[in-house]
C-alpha cells in the first residue's frame, strides 16, 4: 500500500500522519490477534491439545493426567492411575493419593470420582484412600478441580512411594 | 477490590481491542455486527460478574466503568493527542465526487459505502454529487453534498 495523499480543504480534525501510523498498529495488531487465536485453539490458553500432559514414565507405573494451562473458576480434572497397592489397618488393600498442602491452596476440590474410602491428613497435604477389592483392575481417579490462584501452580502428588510433579498455569 | 481490577481490566482490554480493529469494525453497519456486539457483551458479562452476583460487586463494576469513561472524557478535554488515541480521528476518503481510493482501501470501505450513506443521509443519487464523504470516528460516513447550480 502506498502513501496517501493529503487533502486540505474541509474543516476536519483530519491527521493523516496519526492514520497512518495508526493504520501500521492495526495490522500489526490484527497478527497478534490472529497468534492468540492459534495459541488458543492449539491449547496454550486453556484446555487444548497442547494443553494435556501426563506425568509418570511408564504405562504400568502411577501416572497422573491433567491440563497444563487452565483458567480461574474453571473445572478442571486430574486424573490418577496407580496399580500399585498397599495393605491397609484391616488387612485389606488401598491406594493412597496424596494432594500437597499447596496444590489444595491453589484449587478447590469439587469432586472425587470414585469416592475416596476415607481423606485423613498427611505430613505434606490431605491423604485421598480408596480400597482395593481383591481383582480389581488399577485405579484410576478423577479429582475434579477448580483453580483458585493465579499463575503458576502445583507440587509433588504422591502416589503410594512416589513423587510426581505436577505443575500448572492458570490464566485470568 | 477485584470487582474494581476486573472491571478495569476489561474496559482497557476492550478499548484497545476495539481501536485496533479499526473505524469499520462493529459501525452497526448490519443486523449481524447488532447481533455480533450483542455476543460480545453477553460474553464479557459472564466474565466480569463472574459467581458474585452481589448488588455491591455490580455497583462496584458500574462505578468502575463510568468512572474511567469520565477520567478518560477529562484527559481527552485537555489533551488532543490523547483524544486522538482513544477516539480516532476522521478521514477524508472521497473529495469532488471522486473516492480516494488509497484511503478507502486502508480503512475498509467502498464506493457502495459512500453511495449508501449518500442515499440515506442527502438522498443523493450518484458519487458526482457528493462534495466530501468523511469517515467519521464512529465509523460512520458522513456526506457533503455539492452545492446545487
Redesign the interface.
Known sequence: ??Q??D?R??E????LA??ER??V??RV??VV?LALLVAGLLGLLGPGPLSQVRAGDTPLGPALEFDRFLRR?SPTALTVRSAQAFPGEDGSSEHRVTLPREYLQAFEVRQVTPEPDRVEQAPEGMRYVFKKAPDAPPLEARFHLEPQRLGRVGGRVGLGEERLDVWQWVY? | MDSVIQAL?VYGFLLV?FR???KRSLAQITTFDFVLLLIISESIQNALV??DYSLTHAALLVMTLVGVDIGLSLLKQRSPRIE?LLD?????IL?NGKP?K??M??ARVDEEDILSAARELQGLERLDQIK?A?LERSGGITI?PKQQK
Open positions: 500500500m502506498g496517501v495523499k487533502v480543504d474541509l476536519s480534525e483530519e491527521n496519526f492514520q495508526q493504520w498498529v492495526q495488531a490484527w490477534v473458576d485470568p | 481490566a481491542l485496533l480493529a479499526g463472574g459467581q486522538r480516532d480521528v476522521p478521514l477524508i473529495e480516494l488509497d484511503r482501501n486502508k466530501y468523511v457533503i
